[in-house]
């Protein structure tokens, strides 16, 4: 497929090609909204992509909303999103998309009340919310509710163990003086597609959240989590289809307070999205917001994310390190990653402080450095001895 060559991403969803990276990179149409954050991706059973996200003013306010852009299969530009959710009374946020038994795309997402006097965060207030499309994201039927129970606060889709176990990572927010640092992680699990749940809380876990599930072999899943403390990404391991979890412990892996996104690929890597940046003085059950969120790394496991020996940054903003990230980079934060059906990556996330949604699009040998020819992966030791 020919894409044009990289001069500079535009708000209208052409797809270009960087030379640089190898990838293939686009900055969705923006819907005339004046903000775009937490996008989730989705691939159809027709090749078809779907990138929803949460829009509007500001993350809070009662006029954000979820909409959802579609990239038909072999298109070179996205189309224009539509618009999902439209509660009026309430900010709805953090969308996952799942493919469900009934063949319908589900949009589970967060609604909060609007602000308050004096009451500027709001999450306690949440539900999670569910619409269905049954025309692959066209159009979008009445939302239900998943859960009532507020402050239920969600951002990684449902996930299906190999048993047929669904397990949806959760956490939930409360209107304390210790704020989003006393979060605890949560999962809802059903083992009859979502027609009943059972709740099953994560010890220990109070300011581990956004829980990634990941199936590292039947029976046994392992959950990466985002840190209130803004020191490491947390890791918790199950043996038995989650009903129990371990207490957290820390990876190498830096956190800053910020989404990740995990996932096990084909070739049986565990590969992570992150900004690998953190606070130069974590305090624990303190929660810190350092505001450096770039670059975007993926990094790579094999050994179930124990260790990191490849991280490569995918994103690398305005290419300022160290202290000076702090003040001359954008954010470009909460990525999401999917493998596609043929192998290849797909990565999105809030682009240039929320302005938009940056798509990529690239291979697991990308990260890992290697170089491609015609022919397949380049080799350097022959390309030395010709």
């Known amino acids: 497929m020919n894409y044009r060559r990289l001069m500079g991403l535009t708000p209208d969803g052409m797809m270009y090609y960087n030379e640089d990276l190898g990838t293939v990179e686009a900055m969705l149409p923006t819907g005339g909204y004046k903000t775009a954050h937490a996008p ?56 996952s998309l799942f493919l469900g038994p009934d063949k319908a795309v589900w949009a589970v997402y967060t609604a909060q009340l609007d602000r308050m006097p004096g009451k500027d965060n709001m999450q306690f207030t949440s539900v999670i919310r569910c619409q269905k499309s049954v025309d692959g994201g066209k ?19 449902i996930q299906v163990l190999e048993n047929g176990r669904w397990i949806f990572g959760n956490w939930l927010c409360t209107d304390s003086e210790s704020g989003l640092a006393g979060d605890p992680t949560v999962f ?113 496991s094999e050994d179930g994310g124990i260790t990191w020996p490849v991280i490569r940054y995918m994103e690398r ?26 192998g290849k990556l797909h990565l999105a996330f809030a682009y240039k402080n929320r302005i938009g949604v940056k798509y990529m699009s690239f291979s697991e040998e990308d990260v890992l450095g290697a170089k491609r020819e015609k022919g397949g992966l380049y080799n350097p030791t022959a390309a030395q001895s010709k």
């Not at 159009?139 to 889709?157: A, H, I, K, M």
């Not at 390190?321 to 999917?338: A, F, S, V």
């Open 40 to 95: 989730a991706l989705l691939e159809l059973e027709n090749g078809d992509i779907l990138c929803a996200w949460f829009a509007g003013s500001y993350e809070g306010n009662a006029d954000v909303s979820i909409v959802c852009a579609r990239l038909e299969k072999d298109a070179t530009k996205w189309d224009e999103p539509v618009k999902v959710s439209c509660d009026p009374y309430r900010s709805e946020q953090n969308p």
């Open 317 to 342: 903003g305005e290419g300022f390190m160290g202290e000076e990230n702090r003040t001359n980079n954008k954010q470009y934060e909460y990525p999401y990653l999917m493998q596609g059906r043929d």
């Open 139 to 157: 159009t979008w039927g009445e939302y239900e509710v998943l859960f009532d129970r507020e402050g239920s606060f969600c951002r990684q889709p």
């Open 188 to 300: 809802q699990i059903s083992d009859d597609q979502g027609k009943t749940w059972k709740m099953v809380e994560m010890p220990e876990s109070h300011g581990y959240v956004h829980a990634n599930v990941v199936e590292l072999e039947k029976g046994k899943p392992v959950a990466f989590m985002r840190s209130r403390a803004a020191d490491f990404i947390y890791r918790s391991e199950s043996s038995d289809n989650g009903d129990t979890w371990t207490k957290p412990f820390p990876t190498v892996l830096p956190n800053n307070n910020s989404s990740i996104s995990a996932l096990k690929l084909e070739s049986g890597r565990i590969a992570i999205a992150y900004n690998p940046t953190c606070t130069s003085d974590p305090k624990p059950g303190v929660a810190a917001w350092p505001g450096l969120r770039c670059p975007v790394a993926v990094a790579l």
